[in-house]
């Protein structure tokens, strides 16, 4: 009803942050007559949301004013040689935080709208992501099969394959 409205669209800072207030409030506050959903709240998990009471907020940040997220230490892109084709491709070399190394499944939606908060909207992600939904698929083959790797490297131009194609491919399918 009110998605496509201009307050929404061009103030969600998280995609998905008001669909997850939306159903924090459904199930701690359903006999409450007014909701409040804001589109400027981070995208955070069911927990964080439910202990913040509907209302998350941003972590403050280290004294240097670099952003250390709750999964991600730090994700930049690196322009490289591809070492099945030998052509110059861009990757985006993540380094977990211990807590993204010891992610469960029911929080891997909160550490990939981490990622895709930091990253999603650089020119490098949004140009090369050829196959809708790669990116994520990456994240979550080298959680599952490469947990304590030290850099996580996705890949935007690869394509999006089943869980079991991407873990045969050593999460780098072609």
């Known amino acids: 009803m009110n998605g496509a409205d201009s307050q929404w669209q061009e103030n969600e800072r998280a995609e998905g942050s008001m669909r997850?207030?939306?159903?924090?409030?459904?199930?701690?506050?359903?006999?409450?007559?007014?909701?409040?959903?804001?589109?400027?709240?981070?995208?955070?998990?069911?927990?964080?949301?439910?202990?913040?009471?509907?209302?998350?907020?941003?972590?403050?940040?280290?004294e240097t004013g670099e952003t250390k997220g709750k999964y991600i230490q730090s994700a930049k892109w690196v322009y490289r040689d591809d070492p099945?084709?030998?052509?110059?491709?861009?990757?985006?070399?993540?380094?977990?935080?211990?807590?993204?190394?010891?992610?469960?499944?029911?929080?891997?939606?909160?550490?990939?709208?981490?990622?895709?908060?930091l990253h999603g909207a650089d020119q490098q992600w949004q140009e090369n992501e050829t196959s809708s939904g790669s990116m994520r698929r990456q994240l979550v083959c080298l959680i599952v099969n490469y947990r304590s790797k030290a850099i996580w490297n996705l890949e935007p131009f690869r394509p999006y394959v089943s869980h079991e194609q991407a873990t045969a491919a050593g999460c780098n399918p072609r």
Do not use: I
Not at 32 to 55: D, I, Q
Not at 105 to 116: G, I, K, N, V, W
């Open 20 to 62: 997850r207030q939306m159903v924090c409030l459904l199930v701690n506050y359903r006999s409450k007559r007014e909701w409040n959903l804001e589109p400027f709240r981070p995208y955070v998990s069911h927990e964080e949301a439910t202990a913040a009471k509907c209302n998350p907020v941003e972590d403050g940040g280290t």
């Open 84 to 117: 099945d084709t030998g052509n110059k491709v861009w990757t985006l070399s993540v380094v977990p935080t211990e807590q993204g190394r010891k992610v469960r499944s029911s929080e891997t939606d909160a550490m990939y709208q981490e990622l895709f908060n």
